[in-house]
């Protein structure tokens, strides 16, 4: 793997986990049902794009 998708790797999974870490601590509280799904669809989404990028043994995981 190249260096520089190394680094893109590195920066996508920061910025994924940045978001996910700003969902949790923000915690939602409304009580539509709409709104939490769309919520944990977006929380859900942040996941799919670590596993993306993950390698070796962080992707077994």
Do not use: P
């Not at 520089?4 to 923000?26: D, F, G, P």
């Not at 944990?40 to 596993?51: I, R, S, T």
């Amino acid at each position: 793997m190249e260096k520089t998708e190394l680094i893109q790797k590195a920066k996508l999974a920061e910025s994924a986990w940045r978001v996910i870490w700003s969902m949790e601590q923000n915690t939602y509280t409304s009580d539509k049902k709409l709104h939490k799904v769309f919520y944990l669809k977006m929380k859900g989404d942040y996941f799919q794009y670590l596993a993306e990028v993950a390698c070796g043994d962080d992707r077994k995981r």
